[in-house]
């Protein structure tokens, strides 16, 4: 019974001295590296990191509620002048044959001529025009193109934060940005019983990284 009664004892004074350095540590750790997050970022070419980005849409499906999908297969950019954040640019493509929505059935028909027409418009893409600041917030216009259709649409967004340059990449960037499109806009005139609402909500979340600089050679 003693015995049993020590090693309790020694575990709880285990456990505690674990909770107050070992748990606290990995925290401080945790805490530590993003203390390091860089304020601004250098002036440079973003790529979109599409392991950590998402570029989605909803649709209010009934009147009732948003039906998500995004685009698997995409590649983009921002042009980052830190200088002057007014002269930067983004652009991406996204794949029009990549919608998920995570049923098989509506991806397909998302992809024919109700929609999509992947075959006939395989790609959506868009390419800013301009970036300013209007009050406290920052607008990103830009030409979207869709079945075909371009028009000039605006983006309110933001920089959700920094990384900086470290062994592997040169800098990282986080952007979120989304805005409202009418589907019907671009000819996508399926479903006129009001069953699928004709505004679409875009969503970007945006991780780009810099590519990291060649030590220069003397």
């Given amino acids: 019974m003693k015995r049993t009664s020590l090693l309790l004892s ?16 990995i925290n401080r750790t945790f805490a530590e590296r993003f ?32 039906v998500p999908g995004f685009f698997r297969d995409f590649t983009g950019a921002v042009n980052f002048d830190s200088a002057d954040m007014t002269k930067s640019s983004v652009e991406f493509t996204a794949m029009a044959t990549s919608v998920d929505t995570g049923v098989k059935g509506r991806d397909d028909h998302l992809r024919r001529a109700d929609f999509f027409e992947v075959e006939k418009f395989p790609e959506l893409r868009f390419k ?26 605006t983006f309110p967004f933001q920089i959700a934060g920094w990384l900086p340059a470290d ?23 399926y479903s006129t019983n009001a069953m699928l609402s004709d505004e679409v909500k875009i969503d970007l979340q945006i991780e780009a990284v810099k590519k990291k600089e060649a030590p220069k050679v003397d």
């Fill in 10 to 25: 020694i575990a709880f004074l285990a456990f505690v001295t674990l909770s107050q350095t070992g748990a606290g540590a």
């Fill in 35 to 66: 203390e390091t997050q860089a304020k601004a970022g250098d002036s440079g070419l973003y790529a979109f990191d599409k392991a950590h980005s998402f570029i989605g849409f909803k649709v209010k499906h009934s009147g009732l509620i948003d």
């Fill in 128 to 153: 800013s025009t301009k970036v300013e600041k209007v009050g406290n917030n920052w607008m990103m216009t830009g030409d979207f193109t869709l079945r075909g259709v371009t028009k000039s649409i």
């Fill in 167 to 189: 062994e592997r990449h040169g800098g990282k960037m986080g952007i979120t940005a989304q805005t409202n499109i009418n589907r019907r806009d671009y000819g996508v005139n």
